[in-house]
C-alpha cells in the first residue's frame, strides 16, 4: 500500500477551495488497484510505474476525487468503478465520460491476492463508498471518515444524519485495530475513532 498525496482543488456549489488529497495504491510489484485519482494523472501514472493497474476505484464523485481518473484510465487501460448513486456528482464533473462499472455494497474487489470488500456509506455523497481489506487490517474511508470525525455534510447531496448512521453501522463494528485510511491528511483506526460517536452527534445538532 502506497500513499500518494496530490494537491487541486474542489468545487461544488459555487464555490472552490484548494485541498491535498490522498491517492492510495494498493497492490504489488505486478499489479495495483488506485483508489481516488486525484487531480494528477502524471504523478499517479509515475507512481504505478509499469505496474497493472486492474481498476481505477472512486470512493465517491467529488471534482477533487475523480478529476484525474478518465486520464488515468486512458493511460493505464483500467476501468473507472463508481457507486451508481453518485453519478449526478460524476456528470458535473465528466458529462461526457461514463464510468466503467458500477460498485455495489458487498462487492469485493481484488488486487494482488488481497480483497477489498465494498461498504456502501451513503451521506458525505449519495454513493460514498469504503473499501475494507482484513488482511491488511485497513479500510480506506474517502471523505466519511477522518481522524477526528465525520466527512463533511454541507453542501448539496450531503447529509449529517446519513452519514452518521453509515459509519455507526458499517465502520465502528470492524476492528479496533483497523487503520483508517482517509481521503485527504492523517490516517487513524477504528478504535481512536469510535468512542466519539456520541461527540459528533451532539456537534452536528
Given amino acids: 500500500m502506497e500513499r500518494l498525496v496530490t494537491s487541486g482543488t474542489f468545487s461544488l456549489d459555487g464555490g472552490t477551495w484548494e485541498v491535498d ?9 505486478r499489479e495495483v488497484l488506485v483508489i481516488d485519482a486525484a ?19 472512486c470512493t465517491h464523485a467529488h471534482d477533487d476525487h475523480v478529476n484525474a481518473a478518465p486520464a488515468l484510465a486512458g493511460r493505464t487501460g483500467a476501468p473507472i468503478l463508481l457507486h451508481p448513486d453518485d453519478r449526478v456528482l460524476w456528470e458535473q464533473t465528466h458529462p461526457d465520460r461514463k464510468p466503467d462499472g458500477e460498485l455495489s455494497d458487498g462487492q469485493v474487489l481484488t488486487v494482488a491476492g488481497t480483497g477489498l470488500t ?9 454513493g460514498a463508498v469504503c473499501l475494507y481489506a482484513p488482511e491488511l487490517e485497513m479500510v480506506f474511508t474517502g471523505d466519511t471518515l477522518f481522524q477526528g470525525g465525520p466527512g463533511a455534510t454541507g453542501r448539496s447531496f450531503s447529509d449529517f444524519p446519513t452519514i452518521v448512521d453509515s459509519i455507526r453501522d458499517r465502520l465502528l463494528p ?17 478504535g481512536d475513532e469510535a468512542p466519539h460517536l456520541a461527540e459528533w452527534i451532539a456537534r452536528g445538532h
Fill in 118 to 126: 465494498v461498504l456502501h456509506t451513503p451521506g458525505h455523497a449519495p
Fill in 39 to 57: 487531480h494528477d494523472a502524471d504523478a499517479i501514472a509515475e507512481a504505478v510505474g509499469d505496474r497493472t493497474v486492474v481498476a481505477v476505484v
Fill in 174 to 190: 470492524l476492528p479496533p485495530e483497523t487503520v483508517v485510511r482517509t481521503g485527504h491528511g492523517d490516517s487513524s483506526s477504528i
Fill in 21 to 29: 488529497n490522498n491517492v492510495w495504491i494498493v497492490g504489488d510489484d
